[in-house]
Structure formats: C-alpha cells, structure tokens
C-alpha cells in the first residue's frame, strides 16, 4: 500500500498527469495561471536537460547511462506546483500543494531515482527561476511580463543551440520547446474569455478535446521519420484549448 502512495506522487508530477490538469485548469479555474504554470514547466524540461549536462552527475547504475543532477522529474513539478503557489493566496491550497511537492521529493528518492542532493538541487533552480520572475515583473510593472517571457525563450533557445553541439536534442525537449512556442503564442494573441456558466466549461472541453484528439490522430498518422517533426503537434495544444475557450465564450454566451 505504501509502495502504490509513492509511485502515485511520482505520477502527480509527470507530464502525463499535469497536461489533463493544465487543460482542465485553463477551462475550469484560470487559464492564464495555469497556461504560465505549463510554461514553466516546459521551460524546465528544456533547461534541466542542459543543466544535466552542465554538471554531469551520474545516475545510480541501476537506472542506466544519463545524469541525474538537478532531478528533471522535481524541477519541473517544483515550477508548475510552484507557481501556482506563488500565485494562489488561499493557505489552504498553498499548504496542499507544499505536501505534494514534499511527497514528490520524498518519493524519488525512496524509490532510488534520485538522491537528496538532486532533489535539493532542483527545488533550489525552481525557486531560483520563480524568483527571478518574480523580481523582474515587480521591477517592470506593465512590460515585466514580456522581458520575462524575452529572457526565457532567449535562454530556451540557447539551450537547445548547446544541447545540439554539445550532445543531441532528445524528444521530450523537443516537446518541451514545441509547447512553449505554442503557450507563449496562446497568452499574447488569444484573449482570455472567461466562461461563466458551468455548460459552457464542459462545452468547452467538449470542443478542445475533440480537436486535440483529431490533431493527434491527423501526427499518428503521417509517420514521421524525424521525432522533432512529430512532437510540433505540442505547439497546437494550447492554441486549441485557449482557441475553444474563446469560441465558446463567443459563441454560447447565452449557455
């Protein structure tokens, strides 16, 4: 019973668990607050893999060739989970989501995935990065968000420069950079239309779940030969739930 708790916090902080919860956020709670936290995340994903090859920790020799120093699994729950911290002024939720990204630490290295250095390493980068946000949004008032956003596709895309001189660009990165592009196109070209009734939520998730099923149906079946190729359908998610969100709140107003 307590082997099945831990792994399930490991899911908690995948990608896998955190996409269907970055949707339903966007359509059911804030969808700004929770399309900055993905893009946290996903600057993450791409900024740990150069970090990892930066330090060159190995990873425990049961897991195989790689490098483990900062722990990608907690960098990227710490900034998406972090940032809704940040964000949230509610004790309650704040205290919730301390305990998972606790349980989250506390699972990998349980499990021997990581080690306490890796884990400390990656909250201490998480809230480095949040913090920075943090102070140049403060500074620049009105234009803080578009430095920040500035700073972080330029270091995105330095990243990824390095990483295919250095090394090669791995699919989840590819992901990562794919999703970012899409999140930064979504929060400066598609209003944020708020939905107010509950018929028009699911309406809305409704519309974006059967568009993303047809995207990923419509890459499935290209076959493409260069996984950098196949993973762009990640720029297309986000365009398509904030897309469904603003057709809907347009076009069912009345719901």
Same mark, same amino acid.
């Given at each position: 019973?307590?082997?099945?708790?831990?792994?399930?916090?490991?899911?908690?902080?995948?990608?896998?668990?955190?996409?269907? &919860?970055?949707?339903?956020?966007?359509?059911?709670?804030? %969808?700004?607050?929770?399309?900055?936290? $993905?893009?946290?995340?996903?600057? $993450?994903?791409?900024?740990?893999?150069?970090?990892?090859?930066?330090?060159?920790?190995?990873? #425990?020799?049961?897991?195989?060739?790689?490098?483990?120093?900062?722990?990608?699994?907690?960098?990227? @729950?710490?900034? +998406? *989970?972090?940032?809704?911290?940040?964000?949230?002024?509610? %004790? %309650?939720?704040?205290?919730?989501? =301390?305990?998972?990204?606790?349980?989250?630490?506390?699972?990998? &290295?349980?499990?021997?995935?990581?080690?306490?250095?890796?884990?400390?390493?990656?909250?201490?980068?998480?809230?480095?990065?949040?913090?920075?946000?943090?102070?140049?949004?403060?500074? #620049?008032?009105?234009?803080?968000?578009? *430095?920040?956003?500035?700073?972080?596709?330029?270091? $995105?895309?330095? =990243?990824?420069?390095?990483?295919?001189?250095?090394?090669?660009?791995?699919?989840?990165?590819?992901?990562?950079?794919?999703?970012?592009?899409?999140?930064?196109?979504?929060?400066?070209? &598609?209003?944020?239309?708020?939905?107010?009734?509950?018929?028009?939520? +699911?309406?809305?998730?409704?519309?974006?779940?059967? #568009?993303?099923?047809?995207?990923?149906?419509?890459?499935?079946?290209?076959? +493409?030969?260069?996984? +950098?190729?196949?993973?762009?359908?990640?720029?297309?998610?986000?365009?398509?739930?904030?897309?469904?969100?603003?057709?809907? $709140?347009?076009?069912? @107003?009345?719901?």
């Amino acid at each position: 019973m307590f082997d099945w708790c831990v792994h399930s916090c490991l899911k908690i902080g995948h990608i896998t668990f955190i996409l269907p &919860i970055t949707v339903l956020g966007m359509i059911f709670h804030q %969808r700004k607050l929770y399309e900055k936290a $993905a893009c946290f995340l996903l600057f $993450a994903m791409i900024f740990n893999t150069l970090l990892k090859h930066l330090f060159r920790v190995p990873l #425990f020799p049961h897991l195989g060739e790689g490098y483990a120093f900062p722990s990608g699994h907690m960098h990227a @729950a710490a900034m +998406f *989970y972090g940032y809704i911290l940040y964000q949230m002024v509610d %004790r %309650r939720i704040k205290m919730l989501l =301390a305990i998972i990204l606790m349980c989250e630490g506390f699972s990998l &290295i349980y499990c021997k995935f990581h080690d306490l250095l890796d884990v400390l390493g990656a909250l201490g980068f998480a809230v480095a990065e949040i913090f920075c946000y943090h102070l140049i949004v403060s500074k #620049f008032k009105e234009k803080g968000e578009k *430095y920040a956003t500035a700073i972080a596709i330029a270091i $995105a895309l330095g =990243a990824m420069i390095i990483l295919s001189i250095i090394y090669r660009i791995e699919n989840h990165v590819w992901l990562a950079f794919y999703g970012l592009c899409g999140l930064f196109f979504s929060l400066s070209q &598609i209003a944020d239309k708020k939905l107010k009734t509950l018929l028009q939520k +699911f309406w809305a998730l409704l519309i974006a779940s059967l #568009f993303c099923w047809l995207v990923y149906m419509v890459f499935k079946n290209l076959n +493409f030969r260069q996984n +950098f190729l196949f993973e762009i359908k990640f720029a297309l998610l986000p365009i398509i739930v904030a897309g469904s969100i603003k057709y809907t $709140a347009s076009r069912f @107003a009345t719901l």
